[in-house]
C-alpha cells in the first residue's frame, strides 16, 4: 500500500537535477540514427519489418513557389508515383491532414524579421498546400476534410489564410477549434483580471465575485454554442469550445 509523501524542496531540487543530467547524457550522444551508427561503434539494432498491406515509401518533389496549378500537377505526380490516390481514399471517407503551425502568430510574427522570410515560407505549411491537397482529396472522393492541428490563437488561423481554406474545404472542425482558442483567451483574461485587482486593491473585494459571475455567463455561452452543435448533422465536437 502505498502513502502519499511530501517532497521537501531540497528532495525536489536534488531529483529534478539527477533527473536533468541523465537527460544531458543522453542527449549529448554523438549518435545518427539516419546512418545506423553509434559513437562507441557499434550500430543500432534493424527497425522490424512493417506488417502486411503497409507501404512506408515517401514522395518527394522540388518547387519554387506556390502557383496552384504547378503544385496540383506536382502533387498529384508524387502521389501517382505511391500509387495514386485510390490507395488511400474510398468514397465518402474522412480525411485529416495534419498542418503545422508552431508557435502561433506571436512566434509568426517575429519570423519575418528574425529570418527575412514569413512563417509559410520556412517551417509552417503553407495554406495553398493544404488547399490543393484538401482539394485533390475531395476530387478523388472525400466526403469530408479535417485540417488538424492544436491552434495557439486565432490570429494564427485567421490572420494567415487558413480561415479561407477551412471555408473552401468546408472544415468546420478547425474553424471551432479557432473558436475555442479565442474563448479560452477570454475566460483566462477574466480570471486574471478578477485576481490581481483583489490582490492588489483590497477595497475592491467585489471584484472577485464579479469576475466568477462573468465566467459562469461566458462558459454558459460556451455550453450553449456546444449543445446547438451537437444537435447539427455535422458534430464538430464542439460549438465554440470544447
Same mark, same amino acid.
Given at each position: ?15 529534478m537535477s539527477?533527473?536533468a543530467?541523465?537527460l544531458?547524457?543522453g ?5 545518427n540514427?539516419l546512418?545506423g551508427?553509434v ?5 543500432l ?12 515509401r515517401?514522395a518527394?518533389?522540388?518547387?519554387t513557389?506556390?502557383d496552384? #496549378?504547378a503544385? /496540383?500537377?506536382? +502533387?498529384r505526380?508524387? @502521389?501517382?508515383s505511391l *500509387? $495514386?490516390?485510390?490507395n ?5 471517407d ?15 510574427e517575429?519570423v519575418?524579421?528574425?529570418f527575412?522570410?514569413p512563417?509559410?515560407e ?5 495554406p495553398?498546400?493544404?488547399?490543393v491537397v484538401?482539394?485533390m482529396?475531395?476530387?478523388?472522393g472525400?466526403g469530408?476534410?479535417?485540417l488538424?492541428?492544436a491552434?495557439?490563437?486565432?490570429g ?9 481554406v477551412a471555408e ?5 472542425a478547425?474553424?471551432?477549434?479557432? #473558436?475555442c482558442? /479565442?474563448?479560452? +483567451?477570454?475566460l483566462s @483574461?477574466v480570471?486574471? *483580471? $478578477?485576481?490581481l485587482l483583489?490582490a492588489?486593491?483590497p477595497t ?7 469576475a466568477?459571475l ?12 456546444a449543445i446547438?452543435a451537437s444537435?447539427?448533422p ?7 469550445c470544447?
Amino acid at each position: 500500500m502505498m502513502r502519499n509523501r511530501h517532497l521537501s524542496r531540497r528532495e525536489f531540487v536534488a531529483r529534478m537535477s539527477a533527473a536533468a543530467a541523465a537527460l544531458a547524457v543522453g542527449c549529448g550522444s554523438d549518435s545518427n540514427p539516419l546512418t545506423g551508427e553509434v559513437a562507441d561503434g557499434g550500430v543500432l539494432p534493424t527497425p522490424d519489418p512493417l506488417p502486411p498491406g503497409m507501404d512506408a515509401r515517401v514522395a518527394t518533389a522540388n518547387l519554387t513557389g506556390y502557383d496552384t #496549378a504547378a503544385l /496540383r500537377t506536382t +502533387l498529384r505526380d508524387m @502521389v501517382d508515383s505511391l *500509387g $495514386g490516390f485510390g490507395n488511400l481514399v474510398s468514397a465518402g471517407d474522412k480525411v485529416g491532414i495534419k498542418l503545422n503551425l508552431t508557435g502561433g502568430s506571436g512566434n509568426a510574427e517575429s519570423v519575418p524579421g528574425r529570418f527575412g522570410e514569413p512563417a509559410a515560407e520556412l517551417f509552417w505549411t503553407h495554406p495553398e498546400i493544404v488547399r490543393v491537397v484538401g482539394e485533390m482529396f475531395k476530387d478523388a472522393g472525400a466526403g469530408r476534410i479535417v485540417l488538424m492541428e492544436a491552434i495557439y490563437d486565432e490570429g494564427s488561423f485567421y490572420n494567415y489564410g487558413f480561415g479561407e481554406v477551412a471555408e473552401a474545404l468546408d472544415d468546420a472542425a478547425l474553424r471551432a477549434d479557432a #473558436a475555442c482558442s /479565442r474563448g479560452c +483567451l477570454e475566460l483566462s @483574461v477574466v480570471l486574471l *483580471g $478578477g485576481s490581481l485587482l483583489y490582490a492588489f486593491v483590497p477595497t475592491l473585494w467585489w471584484a472577485d465575485s464579479i469576475a466568477a459571475l462573468v465566467l459562469a455567463c461566458l462558459i454558459a455561452r460556451e455550453g450553449v454554442g456546444a449543445i446547438r452543435a451537437s444537435q447539427k448533422p455535422e458534430v464538430t465536437g464542439c460549438g465554440g469550445c470544447c
